[in-house]
Structures are given as C-alpha cells and as structure tokens.
C-alpha cells in the first residue's frame, strides 16, 4: 500500500505570469504559498488481472490504454508502467474547480505515488516538471506552471519562470512574525461556485499568443505587483500587501468577464466594508475562494457567514508532496 498527499496552494502575487504563452515572450513571476489542505493518492496490487482507478467516477479495465482519466493514462505511460493489477484512488480535503490548484496537487501526488511504486526517487523540481509536461505538454491544458512547482516544494516560494521554459525557485525571506500574522489574518471563504480553470484560463491564454496589447499590458502590471508584493512581505509591511491585493484584483477582472460575477462582487464589497484591508478571488476566476487579510476576524466571519459563506480555516504547509505510507 502507498499513500501520498500534495498540498493545495493559495496565490500571493503575479498569479497569471505562468503560463507559458506569457512567460515564453516575456518571462513571469508570482509568489505562491502551499496550504494544509491536500489531493491524497493510494496505490496498491490486487490479484485480480484488471485495473480499478477511483476518483469522482469508477472505471474498471484491462489496461491503461483503456483508462479514460487523461492524467492518470499520461502518468502510467510516461512512467512506463505496464501493471495489469492495481488499484488507484484519489481523495481531497476540498473539490476540483474551486481555484486552490488542485489539478497540480493531484498530478504529482499520482506521480510521486507511482515514483513510489517504481521503486525511484525524485527531487521536487524533476516532479513539478513531469506534473507540467503531462497536462501543459501533452494534454494541451491552457494553464500554468504554479500549481505544481508549488505543490511539489510547499512553502512559501517566489518563481520565476524563464523563456527558455526553466523556473527559479527561491523561499521567500521573511521573518517570523510576519508569517505568523500572514497566517493568521490571512482568511478564506468559498463562493459556493466551482469551475474549470482551463475554461477561464483560454481566453488569456489566446490572448497573450496573438499578442493582445491589452492582455499583456495587464499581465506586466501584474508581475509588477508580485515584485511589489515581494518586497511588502519580506519588509513586513502587511497593509501594504492587503492594498496591493486590492489592486491585483482589479487588473484581475479586466482580464475576462468571467472572472468575477455579480455575487462575488457584492461579497468582496461586504468584505472591505466589514474588516478586511485587502482581498482577491483564489486562481483563475469564476468561483472558489475568496482570500482576505483582515485584522478585524470577528467582523468580517460575522458577515460572511451571514451571506451564507463558509470560510476554510488553514496553517501553511511546508513539506510539500511527500509519502505518508508506504509497505
């Protein structure tokens, strides 16, 4: 039996950078930090000849040419597996499409399982690299590289994502106390919406390939504002990195109009007047999470949960994917 987990991850600056049809033209930067929520994976052999992989469907098949899962067939191919006879089941402590990255948690939880299962190590860049390949190169999935760098490392990382498609990643340096405070007034709450991020993502992602001047004028103020938010949290300036989360979203949805909708603007408003400094919708938009730094907890829960929003409460992780088990 082998057990693994990757972390979710929430973004803290230049969320948009990474994909590679800006990146490759103008190079990208965000800052990323992994939460304690997680995609868990359990492996292991049977004794009847067939393949059982479990996640929000069954399937049953003979082989893994068979499997209708994209990632879990590209994965088992890529690490040549040609096993006839185990199981595979995916688990998460919250659902796909709610913009906590859980498409990267999930790809390298599976690979660092069948890494596991193959009896080989890997380091958390080579991991975050074959989670990319798979759903960046091989299933064409209009997204970025954050997910899974993210989930791969843990932590709280900087990123800078190179033309020649290499990422720099660098811990980000600040003290104690002001992670301890980011972390505690740092508060999340869900929408109550769910989306694909490859849906919203397609219009950027066409966008920054055709060379829209809007698109990339935006996304150079939104890199802009993750060396801004860098600077803010490593000189422990935190009002400074609620107001630019402020901005951040603003640049947001000029992005596409599906970004944010009626709701979640009235929310975000109800927010800023009830405690919160500073805040932003979590990924590429549409539904999820709602982030805010408040330093008023009390008023702004009150007033979420009024409207009916459930808020997840959340420590950093700092282990990155990992093996919980393995016999």
Request: proline letters at 2%; one cysteine or more; aromatic letters at 10%.
């Amino acid at each position: 039996m082998i057990i693994t987990r990757s972390p979710l991850r929430i973004s803290l600056g230049g969320g948009g950078t990474d994909l590679p049809s800006y990146y490759r033209k103008h190079e990208g930067f965000l800052i990323s930090a992994a939460i304690d929520k997680y995609v868990y994976i359990t492996l292991h052999d049977t004794f009847q000849k067939e393949i059982i992989i479990k996640y929000s469907q069954s399937e049953r098949v003979k082989n893994k040419q068979e499997i209708q899962h994209p990632i879990i067939r590209e994965a088992l191919n890529l690490l040549n597996i040609d096993s006839e006879n185990f199981e595979l089941a995916s688990m998460a402590d919250i659902p796909a499409g709610t913009g906590l990255g859980s498409s990267g948690s999930f790809t390298c939880a599976l690979l660092k399982a069948l890494h596991t299962y193959n009896k080989t190590v890997i380091k958390p860049d080579d991991l975050a690299e074959e989670a990319c390949h798979i759903e960046i190169d091989i299933l064409r999935e209009p997204i970025g590289k954050q997910d899974q760098y993210i989930s791969a490392f843990g932590g709280i990382n900087c990123f800078n994502f190179y033309r020649d498609d290499k990422v720099n990643t660098k811990k980000l340096n600040i003290s104690q106390e002001t992670l301890f405070n980011l972390e505690d007034n740092l508060l999340l709450f869900f929408t109550g919406y769910s989306r694909s991020a490859s849906a919203v993502l397609k219009e950027q992602d066409d966008k920054s390939k055709k060379d829209d001047l809007l698109m990339i004028e935006n996304l150079h103020s939104i890199k802009e504002m993750g060396y801004k938010s860098k600077m803010a949290l490593e000189n422990g300036e935190l009002e400074e990195f609620a107001n630019l989360m402020n901005i951040h979203w603003e640049q947001k949805k000029q992005r596409s109009g599906g970004v944010s909708n009626d709701w979640i603007n009235k929310w975000y408003e109800l927010a800023l007047n009830n405690g919160a400094l500073g805040g932003k919708l979590i990924g590429a938009g549409g539904g999820g999470f709602l982030m805010f730094y408040a330093d008023n907890h009390k008023k702004l829960r009150h007033a979420m949960l009024r409207e009916g929003l459930q808020e997840l409460r959340f420590r950093f992780d700092f282990e990155g994917s990992k093996v919980v088990a393995s016999s």
